[in-house]
C-alpha cells in the first residue's frame, strides 16, 4: 500500500509569485512520482511527473523536487499565472506490480490578478 | 481519438436505486480504474482491472461491483445507492507494459466523471 500527504489544503498566490505544494509517501519501493492538474468540472490530467534518480525536473515553469531520504517531493509554479488556478494532487505508485497510484487529498491554488 | 469516455455525466437517484456508470478507452490501454473524489478526501480508488478478464478491489470497494466487458469497456454497478455514495466517479485507463525506448508507462488517464447524487 502507500499513503500519500500533500499541504497546504489550499493556496492563494499573486500573480506572478511562486506557488509550492507539498507531498510526502511512505513506501519508497517504487520510482514515479506524478502531479496531476485538474480543472473544475474536468478530470485529472497528467502535469508533470518524476524519477527518484534525479533530484529535479523542470518543464516550463513548472519544477518537481524531490527528496528521496526525506521521502518528500515538492511541486513549484513560477510565475504564477491565473489560468493555474486549479487542484493539484501528487500521487505515488502502489499496489501489485505497482500498477496503481494513491493520490493525495489535493491542493486548490487560486492566483489572484 | 475519443480518450476516456463517461456515461452519464449527472446522475440522481434515490436511495436504494440501481444504476451502472459506464466508461471505455480507446486508446488500446491494458489497464482501467474507477475513482470517487469527494472533498477533502483526494482520489479514491474503488476497483482495478490491471488487464482485461480480471479485476481487483481498491481502497473503498463496498456498495460496488464492476465488470471488465471488454478491453474497452470497464463498468461500475451500485446495487442499491446509499447517500454516502454521492460523489464526483472518474474513470481512469493505463497502458501497462514499457514504452518504446523501455521506460515503463505509468501515466493515468482520466475521463471527464460522472457526478453523482443519491438522495
Known amino acids: 500500500q502507500q499513503q500519500v500527504k500533500q499541504s497546504p489544503q489550499s493556496l492563494i498566490v499573486q500573480k506572478g509569485g511562486i506557488s509550492i505544494i507539498n507531498c510526502a509517501y511512505e513506501?519508497?519501493?517504487?520510482?514515479?512520482f506524478p502531479w496531476y492538474q485538474q480543472f473544475p468540472g474536468k478530470g485529472p490530467a497528467l502535469l508533470i511527473a518524476?524519477?527518484?534518480?534525479?533530484s529535479e525536473k523542470k518543464e516550463g515553469r513548472f519544477t518537481i523536487s524531490f527528496n528521496k531520504s526525506a521521502k518528500q517531493f515538492s511541486l513549484h509554479i513560477m510565475d504564477s499565472q491565473p489560468g493555474d488556478s486549479a487542484t493539484y494532487f501528487c500521487?505515488?505508485?502502489?499496489?501489485?506490480?505497482?500498477?496503481?497510484?494513491?493520490f493525495g487529498t489535493g491542493t486548490r491554488l487560486t492566483v489572484i490578478p | 481519438n475519443a480518450g476516456v469516455t463517461q456515461t452519464p455525466k449527472f446522475q440522481v437517484l434515490k436511495t436504494g436505486q440501481s444504476m451502472t456508470l459506464q466508461c471505455a478507452q480507446d486508446?488500446?490501454?491494458?489497464?482501467m480504474y474507477w475513482y470517487r473524489q469527494d472533498p477533502g478526501m483526494g482520489l479514491r480508488l474503488i476497483y482495478y482491472?490491471?488487464?482485461?478478464?480480471?479485476?481487483d478491489k481498491g481502497e473503498v470497494p463496498n456498495g460496488y461491483n464492476v465488470s471488465r466487458l471488454n478491453k474497452r469497456e470497464f463498468s461500475l454497478r451500485l446495487e442499491s445507492a446509499a447517500p454516502s455514495q454521492t460523489s464526483v466517479y472518474f474513470c481512469?485507463?493505463?497502458?501497462?507494459?514499457?514504452?518504446?525506448?523501455?521506460?515503463?508507462?505509468?501515466?493515468?488517464?482520466f475521463g471527464p466523471g460522472t457526478r453523482l447524487t443519491v438522495l
Open positions: 481512469a485507463s493505463k497502458f501497462r507494459g514499457r514504452l518504446a525506448g523501455g521506460k515503463t508507462a505509468n501515466e493515468q488517464f
Open positions: 513506501n519508497t519501493a517504487f520510482d514515479y
Open positions: 518524476i524519477r527518484p534518480d534525479v
Open positions: 500521487a505515488a505508485p502502489g499496489g501489485t506490480g505497482a500498477n496503481n497510484l494513491f
Open positions: 486508446m488500446n490501454h491494458n489497464s
Open positions: 482491472s490491471a488487464s482485461e478478464g480480471t479485476t
